[in-house]
């Protein structure tokens, strides 16, 4: 196995799909020679050449547009939008028809698309660069909502979205591209969108999480000492409520951790819907810890406003002294 880093891991997923299936392209701003933004599509230009690796306009929307229309002509186009800020100008072209091009047709079309997208804080980024927006494309019928937390699972599940016959968003936790290394294989291998994964098992607390700050929950659960079982929901749409549920049924207690901003955060409605299953289970309040309601601070603060393992940790213990 390579020890790679989360940009290396995805590197390697694209350079393999590219290898087998050539209708896989990658079209985006400075993907082509430069190798993206953050270096991600280093070194697929030279490998694969302009008509697969290609360069586009500043213009987020026609990037989009023109992906559908490369899948609808039979291909497998892999679109990067540079930071999530930007997925605004795009968001037409994504909700309004890729995630609707199944339905509208009858089943005649539909669009095998995969937008990566680096999204979160944790880099002092400036304005539009670290903002969390899952929850915008949770809530759109008809996309898939991919955020792995690590190498191995960042691998596995982009080769998934790109086979996937419709649109998937993979967000990308650009905190955690290279902030640490994890064995991943060389060959090729899928994980199923939709499963969840029990990163650490327990059963005095559920802690459910996704992205980035699975990595602070794994501080705070080994700080607090505790039997704390922790789930890495890894796909936000569809997302695996079965693990959820049947982890909470033995705990009887749940923290729910992400980077976006509380109110309508997914975290609501991972807590609606175990109220929905698991109410006669629970024995305390589900806690959330989020961002909070405010426009992503500049750097200064943005340690502040991104849930860290201190603010994790006294949720544990709010939990578990309920």
Known sequence: MANLTL????????????????????????????????????????????????????????????????????LRPIPEIQFEGFLGPAYDQICSHAARMRTRTRGAMTI??????????????PELHSDSPESIYIHQPGLKVVMPSSPYDAKGLLISAIRDPDPVMFFEPKRIYRAFREEVPE???????GKARVVCEGDAMTVV?????????????ERSGRSIELIDLRTLYPFDMDAVEASVKKTGRCVIVHEAPKTCGFGAEIAARIMERCFLY?????????GFDTIMPYYKLELDYMPDADRIARAIEETAAY
């Open 187 to 193: 060959d090729e291998y899928t994980l199923p969108l």
């Open 209 to 221: 999480s996704w992205g980035s700050s699975v990595v602070q929950c794994m501080q705070a659960i």
């Open 282 to 290: 629970l024995e305390s309040p589900v806690q959330r810890v989020a």
């Open 112 to 125: 095998p698309l995969t937008v990566r997208v680096p999204v979160g804080g944790g880099i002092h980024a």
């Open 7 to 74: 940009v290396q891991a995805i590197n390697l997923a694209l350079i393999q799909e590219m290898e087998r299936d050539d209708r896989v392209l990658i079209l985006g701003e400075d993907v082509g020679p430069n190798g993206g933004v953050f270096r991600v599509t280093e070194g697929l230009h030279k490998r694969f050449g302009s008509k697969r690796v290609v360069d586009t306009p500043l213009a987020e929307s026609g990037i989009i547009g023109t992906s559908i229309g490369l899948a609808i002509a039979g």
